[in-house]
């Protein structure tokens, strides 16, 4: 595993693009191949066999167009599937995500603190343990924010419909004197000025890209992989839906443009 390589992310949807976009400014010379399983989303709320199938094949896929490590960017997929992948890939270093309930513990004076993650994220049992380890003594509050992910696959970031369904999640939360929010969906640092607006100016939100993007660049080095010399395309996205949508939202998101590619999904298996 020694030499020229790219890095594979992946996600339900456009939510993966918060990690990439914080890859980028960590690594910015190494060529990044991003899928977002758009023909699947959302993941939350599916069961996680269905979702640790998906990821599988979505790893495989992106092997084969030469990663060398695949950052799990979908709190969902790690929950369902980063054991199963680590077992069934076993030389490839992978990257997953966890809701950060640790930093929020170690943070919060008023010891209450909000996460909002997905239905399969909080029965996961990656969240348990979290909760289990770093969260003895505070009072952890959760909601699922229904409807959040596909507003935010439309890039209705600032809409309405949106505020509301935020407010419902975190007016209960703001009541029961929340100093803290984890992200715990990698969609959701999309609406963090939404968030900020609701919650004010003395709730922490905690977005884990950034540590994440760390952790990736670490691993890189330490398994001895580089960038090529010359990258053709820096990032190169695929979606398992219709292009356009994906393509209208790179400037917004990932904050460049970008040409999407288009891949199906035939008995389980993805085909370009
Ligand atoms: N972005 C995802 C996560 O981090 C998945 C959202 C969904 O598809 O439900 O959990």
Known sequence: ????????????????????????????????????????????PRPLEEVRDFSEEITRFLLSRGAKL?????NTASAAALEHLRRTFPDVPFVGMEPAVKPAAEQTKSGVVGVLATPATFQ?????????????????????????????????????ETESILRAALMPMLEK?????????????FVIPLIERIAGENVRVIDPAPAVARQTGRLFVSRGLRPPARANESVTV?????????KNLLPLLLGEPGAVRELRWVQGRLTE
Not at 16 to 41: E, N, W
Not at 70 to 74: K, T
Not at 177 to 189: E, M, N, R, S
């Open 238 to 246: 695929y979606t398992t839906a219709a292009a356009d949508s994906m």
């Open 70 to 74: 695949i950052v799990v960017a979908c």
């Open 177 to 189: 004197h929340i100093d803290t929010v984890v992200l715990g969906c990698t969609h959701y640092p």
């Open 1 to 44: 595993m020694i030499g020229q390589a790219s890095i594979g992310v992946f996600d339900s949807g456009v939510g993966g693009l918060s990690v990439l976009r914080a890859i980028r400014a960590q690594l910015p010379d190494v060529p990044v191949t991003y899928l977002g399983d758009q023909g699947h989303v959302p993941y939350g």
């Open 124 to 160: 996961g049992v990656l969240y348990a343990s979290v909760v289990e380890r770093f969260a003895q003594g505070v009072t952890v509050l959760q909601d699922t924010c229904p409807g959040l992910v596909g507003q935010i696959e439309k890039g209705a970031l600032e809409a309405p």
